[in-house]
């Protein structure tokens, strides 16, 4: 079993549509959790980080996660065209710990 | 204020060539990293180096060396590319905190080909 899992996709949506993005892990050492946005020929770039279980809201993107369930969420509400991108899960135990595991990505596009 | 830079942005290779791949940060950041991205596989850390003057393998490590030639600059070399060796490669920095969440900053990615 990998050890982050995210469905590849792709996802199409029309404007103005709620998203959910999606990642299951099995390694319960996992602490922080981030959601990367990768634009088509460019390099990730962070989007949200959360600490342990709960949610955390910034503008239209929420972040959940559920750690008893080892899953965690991204919402993205009023989707724009401008969203269109590759979203990547990434966690860490943290600590002296400073790799990430990534999930593979999920393609987004928004259709105006 | 440029971030994380990379050189070059596109090659093209030979099986058996070397090449070096450069990276360079001015965030005044310890941990600096190497990724590849291939389709399917998502990003594997292929090096990291923690802090100046260490150097620790990552995932996928065989075929590579890495030089963290001083604070900011971290490159990454293939003695003898293989076709396998195909893919985006993307150099990342972070502080390196001991505690809490680390962000890893990204470069714009190189994209290699060995033919």
């Known amino acids: 079993q990998k050890e982050v899992e995210q469905d590849p996709g792709p996802l199409s949506v029309p404007e103005g549509a709620i998203v959910s993005l999606n990642c299951t892990y099995s390694n319960s050492a996992f602490q922080y959790f981030m959601w990367y946005r990768q634009y088509s020929r460019k390099g990730p770039e962070l989007l949200m980080y959360?600490?342990?279980?709960g949610n955390k809201e910034d503008g239209r993107f929420t972040a959940q996660v559920d750690k008893s369930s080892k899953y965690i969420s991204l919402f993205i509400r009023d989707s724009q065209p401008s969203d269109s991108a590759t979203y990547l899960c990434?966690?860490?135990?943290?600590?002296?710990?400073?790799?990430?595991?990534f999930g593979k990505g999920t393609l987004l596009t928004v259709n105006p | 204020n440029a971030g994380v830079t990379q050189t070059p942005k596109f090659q093209v290779l030979k099986t058996g060539q070397s090449m070096t791949l450069q990276c360079a940060q001015d965030m005044n950041h310890n941990s600096m990293y190497w990724y590849r991205q291939d389709p399917g596989m998502g990003l594997r850390l292929i090096y990291y180096s923690a802090s100046e003057g260490t150097t620790d393998k990552g995932e996928v490590p065989n075929g590579y060396n890495v030089s963290r030639l001083n604070k900011r600059e971290f490159s990454l070399r293939l003695e003898s590319a293989a076709p396998s060796q195909t893919s985006v490669y993307f150099c990342a920095s972070s502080y390196g905190h001991s505690k809490s969440t680390d962000t890893q900053y990204f470069g714009p990615g190189t994209r290699l080909t060995v033919l």
């Open positions: 990434a966690m860490t135990r943290g600590g002296s710990n400073y790799k990430l595991t």
């Open positions: 959360t600490y342990s279980s």
